[in-house]
């Protein structure tokens, strides 16, 4: 359909106007910077609010630069301001300015876990008691399936312990020399998201049940890892709400319940 | 017949809400007549849309009215409206069966990115025909009349054909939508441009008015020394918003009317207050109303006697 031409002025207007609210160093009369200043600060307070330990960590006017940086070459694609943020940890992967912080992009990957699981759909977490009362001859045959809220983030980095301590604790606690990768089990069994560590390797475990395999399947990927605990692992999967649903063979829980 | 002329206690005054109150609201179940809350923060994220806001605003739903305020499907976007986000407050409406559903005439996206602000519209023919079409096709997607805000302005154009008022006016015409007339944003744009904010009530189309809202502002000073008023939303509304609001429903008796706070959000008891003052001015606007219609009706009534006994 054609537009008359004054429709195609303001198309003209809006492409100039949009560029210039995000671009660091436009020039603008000063009631058009009003939204400038809008856009800009209230996209940085939104990401604020996402990575409050990604903030704590580098500092807030750090942060505040940082937000702006990703903000102008990834603006948000949608109007729904809940999920913009998806790529800040991939963008700080290559953040040269904070280098220095090697664990950062990380922690941002649990933030943005713990938010997608804070809106995720809800659904009833199964207690461990489900699993044990399956007779030992057929627990081969077990299938689990994971909490709609259920994510895991492994990292190289002591992902849950900077988390922890940074959301949680009083004073910071130093991590020692010792301190070495973590994997971070995000839940939300209720209306509380949780973070939980698991055994090195389970992020294998989860990704092999969320593609739909067996249990015995699942556990042989990740027992190829050193330091895989299978009962820790699935100890920890239950107690925190990971696992939504359990079905033996061919007979799925969901007709057992 | 008769009609009922008593003060009727319908959809008074209500509350913005805010995560930071849902306990408050559920614990304290204090006397409010209803709540609003912004579509977009109840879209979910990812493929989810779950979790703590539905559970507690499913929990608000069942005790109380509510109101859906879209903030982001630009209305005024030369580009068009995108139909992912027009479906997706379509499922929200459709979810919470909201008495009253309203949006901004303003554009927020433009090629796809969202800039996360209510930016201003030229009042041109060519504007006016773009947002009929928008509205004409939201109210079809939600199958319901919607209400449109007037906004708060920072700066006009040179190429404006008609005025804000005369362009609601039309919107309202063509489209069939209602207003929602921000009386804030009346305030903000009066001192910005420097009109009265009583002339721009006398030319608003008073008769399409759904809702009112209320917020506070900020006033910053720019280079040069101008002040100009920001449409904040993070204080008390202001005296002279009070007194404009005052004037305005006296005028077109009560409406909806929502106090809005979403920046620096108070305690419950300090919104509470101002919905409470909101509440006391629409009953004075009630009380008002019931005069003057029972004043119009008994001289009604004295001037059809006078015209049967041939007097």
């Given at each position: 359909m054609r537009e008359p031409p004054e429709a195609n002025d303001l198309r003209a207007w809006q492409s100039v106007f949009a560029a210039s609210l995000l671009r660091a160093g436009a020039i603008m009369p000063d009631r058009q910077a009003v939204h400038r200043n809008n856009t800009r600060a209230s996209l940085s307070s939104a990401l604020a609010a996402r990575f409050p330990v990604v903030r704590r960590l580098v500092g807030p006017d750090f942060f505040r630069a940082m937000a702006l940086c990703f903000i102008e070459r990834q603006?948000?694609?949608?109007?729904?301001?809940?999920?913009?943020?998806?790529?800040f940890a991939h963008f700080l992967d290559g953040f040269a300015p904070a280098r220095?912080?090697?664990?950062l992009a990380d922690v941002a990957r649990l933030e943005w876990a713990r938010h997608l699981a804070f809106h995720a759909e809800e659904a009833a977490a199964l207690s461990i008691e489900r699993l044990t009362a399956v007779a030992p001859d057929r627990l081969e045959q077990v299938r689990l399936g994971l909490h709609p809220a259920a994510s895991v983030v492994a990292s190289a980095w002591p992902v849950v312990s900077i988390w922890t301590t940074n959301a949680h604790d009083q004073e910071v606690r130093p991590l020692g020399d010792g301190a070495g990768s973590e994997c971070a089990l995000v839940t939300r069994p209720e209306l509380h998201v949780l973070v939980s560590a698991l055994p090195a390797g389970s992020d294998r475990l989860v990704a092999a049940l969320a593609e739909g395999n067996g249990l015995a399947e699942a556990v042989a990927r990740a027992?190829?890892?050193?330091?895989?605990?299978t009962a820790t692992a699935l100890s920890v999967l239950f107690r925190s709400g990971a696992v939504a649903s359990l079905s033996v063979g061919s007979f799925h829980s969901m007709e057992l319940s | 017949m008769t009609a009922d002329r008593r003060p009727q206690r319908g959809l008074g005054a209500g509350a913005g809400l805010k995560p930071e109150h849902y306990r408050d609201i559920l614990e304290?179940?204090?006397?409010?007549d209803w709540f609003e809350v912004h579509a977009e923060n109840y879209m979910g994220a990812g493929n989810g849309a779950g979790g703590p806001p539905h559970v507690f605003l499913e929990r608000i739903r069942a005790r109380y009215p509510l109101a859906v305020h879209g903030v982001?499907?630009?209305?005024?976007s030369a580009d068009g409206l995108a139909p992912g986000h027009l479906a997706r407050l379509a499922a929200v409406v459709a979810r919470y069966q909201p008495l009253l559903v309203s949006e901004h005439l303003a554009w927020s996206t433009h090629a796809g990115v969202f800039l996360n602000d209510l930016l201003p519209l030229p009042y041109t023919d060519a504007t006016l025909a773009l947002v009929v079409r928008h509205v004409d096709q939201v109210q079809t997607a939600l199958g319901r009349s919607i209400l449109i805000e007037n906004p708060s302005t920072y700066f006009r154009f040179?190429?404006?054909?008609?005025t804000e008022t005369a362009f609601l006016r039309e919107l309202a015409r063509r489209s069939g939508c209602g207003l929602l007339l921000d009386v804030n944003n009346v305030f903000v744009s009066a001192v910005n441009h420097g009109f009265d904010p009583l002339d721009y009530l006398a030319d608003f189309?008073?008769?399409?008015?759904g809702e009112i809202h209320l917020a506070g502002h900020a006033a910053i000073e720019m280079a040069g020394g101008e002040a100009l008023l920001i449409?904040?939303?993070?204080?008390p509304v202001a005296d002279p918003v009070w007194e404009l609001f005052q004037a305005l429903v006296a005028r077109i008796g009560p409406r909806p009317t929502l106090i809005e706070w979403d920046a620096e959000i108070p305690t419950w008891p300090q919104l509470a207050d101002e919905v409470e003052r909101a509440a006391r001015l629409l009953q004075e606007a009630r009380e008002w109303t019931y005069r003057s219609s029972v004043l119009s009706h008994a001289v009604g009534e004295e001037g059809t006697r006078c015209a049967a006994t041939g007097r």
């Open positions: 603006p948000p694609r949608s109007p729904v301001l809940a999920e913009y943020g998806a790529g220095e912080v090697a664990y027992a190829t890892v050193e330091g895989f605990d | 304290g179940r204090p006397g409010v982001g499907l630009s209305i005024g040179e190429t404006e054909q008609m189309p008073l008769e399409s008015v449409d904040t939303h993070d204080r």
